[in-house]
């Protein structure tokens, strides 16, 4: 009996330790609360999932985004990516895009000077190459979307410019970009087809460039030219013509055998200051809901809108 009762202290404490210690076992067991690998973030799976391992740059599914995206972009996405920011910040509240639009070849020689970017989006693929070779891009770049070229006159066309043929006319003002501008290369890449044209003349692209009174350096400039009544016609993208634009300016088709499929292709940049950020717009763009506002704006999307 003395031994008993020299040992129930012991006896006691092992039992209320064991008491103590039996709800640490608690969490093992089934619960209703979500797996703690279940992010609270909704927007974030779906806009990862959208793109492809083999056409983005993100290999793992984007968290949401946070902080300042600096986007270098083609002018002609102004109005689109404008709203593409709304959609993107109302899916990631942490975040602020901005935006330096310019002429695809001023962008990537501004990243060749050191300008410091999250995201190049250029209007061909002439430019992100070249940012590719000054190894200011980081992994593999998609194209988002694609456009085609139109003619544009002033409202009332002065010239009555109708076609194609009608660009080499004597005495029409005409409005392009610099050579090195991707607006300019599409126009001189019409001219030489339409040169092939039996109709047209092997002369046609030296007549038409004769016409030329000024060369602006992207596409939102030559626009506005037209908008002012500067020249009789420009070939811009077909996207140019917008709610904003469109009250002052006439449209003429170029026809497909002319056209050309104008491809956009983005990609993140090398030693920018918010990767993830960057990684995360560009998978914005490629999923349905920045997809869909691209179709908006009359893009042609590449992935399914809905």
Known sequence: MLIERRWLPALLTTLVFAACAAPTAAPSQPSSAPPA?????????????????????????VSQASGEV?????????????????????????????????????????LDQGARADVFA??????????RKGNHISGSDAVFATNRLVIITPKNNPAGVRSVADLAKPGLTLITAQPSVPIGVYTQDMLDKASL?????????????????????????????????????????????????ADALNAVDVP??????????IATVTGGENPNGGAAFNAFVLS??????????????????T
Do not use: C
């Open 37 to 61: 690998a279940v992010s609270p973030v909704v927007s974030a799976a779906p806009v990862a999932s959208a793109v492809p391992s083999s056409a983005s740059p993100v290999t793992s599914p």
């Open 70 to 110: 600096t986007v270098f972009a083609a002018a002609s996405l102004t109005d689109v990516f404008n709203d593409m920011a709304q959609a993107f910040q109302a899916a990631n509240p942490q975040a602020k895009v901005t935006y330096n639009f310019g002429s695809s070849s001023a962008l990537a020689t501004q």
């Open 122 to 131: 250029s209007a061909d693929q002439v430019q992100m190459d070249n940012a």
């Open 197 to 245: 044209d039996p109709q047209l003349g092997t002369t046609f692209k030296d007549r038409v460039n004769a016409n030329v009174v000024s060369q602006q350096t992207d596409d939102r400039q030559i626009v506005a030219q037209i908008q002012l009544g500067s020249a009789d016609a420009a070939v811009v993208y077909k996207t140019d013509i917008t709610p904003l634009t």
């Open 256 to 265: 497909d055998n002319l056209n050309t499929r104008v491809s956009y292709p």
């Open 288 to 305: 349905p809901a920045g997809q869909a506002v691209l179709a908006k704006w009359s893009f042609v999307p590449v992935r399914q809108t």
